[in-house]
């Protein structure tokens, strides 16, 4: 008999948290109330929490050159069930400024990494070595100009070259 009296107050207290819960969320529907109700069975009580933000935005870097803005807006159905949706956005991109005028060691394209024109660099301890190139085979018929030695080096890089490809001579800025 004492099992069945302590089923019937579980069954009630849980049954009161249920409509209080349905109440507190028509209640809400009704007003356009942003509240998440959270229901403990085993201490029947019913505690209303913030609900998220409608629209909350967050930034983040996607490249160096390139950021996207994402917004997220949170509604409630008639249901009382919380969606997220996100919220289209357009990404900015700035251009980078153009051709470099100043670089190092590497591989460079002509017109896009670099700018043609004459350019110097220090040279450094060891042997100082470049090529203009009229493509990127890699064959010595895609040579323009080389030049090998230690020190300082002065070349003149066309707008007709393809690349211009560099190593141990530090850094060549334009003059």
Same mark, same amino acid.
């Given at each position: 008999m004492a099992e069945a009296v302590r089923t019937w107050r579980t069954w009630q207290l849980v049954a009161t948290?249920?409509?209080a819960l349905i109440i507190g969320i028509a209640a809400?529907?009704?007003?356009? #109330?942003k509240t998440t109700a959270v229901v403990s069975a085993t201490q029947s009580t019913v505690s209303?929490?913030?609900?998220?933000?409608?629209?909350?935005? #967050?930034?983040s870097t996607v490249a160096p050159t390139t950021t996207s803005t994402v917004a997220l807006t949170t509604?409630?159905?008639? #249901?009382?069930?919380?969606?997220?949706?996100?919220?289209?956005? @357009?990404?900015?991109?700035t251009s980078p400024p153009g051709p470099r005028t100043s670089f190092g060691v590497g @591989?460079?394209?002509?017109?896009?990494?670099?700018?043609p024109g @004459?350019?110097?660099?220090?040279?450094? @301890?060891?042997?100082?070595y470049?090529?203009?190139?009229?493509?990127?085979?890699?064959?010595?018929?895609?040579i323009i100009a080389n030049h090998l030695a230690p020190g300082p080096s002065t070349v003149t890089i066309a707008p007709t070259d393809a690349g211009f490809i560099t190593e141990s001579c530090g850094i060549w800025t334009k003059v």
């Amino acid at each position: 008999m004492a099992e069945a009296v302590r089923t019937w107050r579980t069954w009630q207290l849980v049954a009161t948290a249920v409509i209080a819960l349905i109440i507190g969320i028509a209640a809400g529907a009704a007003t356009g #109330t942003k509240t998440t109700a959270v229901v403990s069975a085993t201490q029947s009580t019913v505690s209303s929490l913030p609900a998220p933000p409608a629209t909350r935005a #967050t930034t983040s870097t996607v490249a160096p050159t390139t950021t996207s803005t994402v917004a997220l807006t949170t509604t409630r159905g008639t #249901t009382g069930i919380i969606s997220t949706t996100p919220v289209p956005t @357009t990404p900015t991109t700035t251009s980078p400024p153009g051709p470099r005028t100043s670089f190092g060691v590497g @591989t460079w394209k002509v017109g896009i990494d670099i700018a043609p024109g @004459t350019y110097s660099a220090p040279g450094t @301890t060891r042997d100082c070595y470049w090529e203009r190139v009229s493509d990127f085979s890699g064959s010595l018929s895609g040579i323009i100009a080389n030049h090998l030695a230690p020190g300082p080096s002065t070349v003149t890089i066309a707008p007709t070259d393809a690349g211009f490809i560099t190593e141990s001579c530090g850094i060549w800025t334009k003059v």
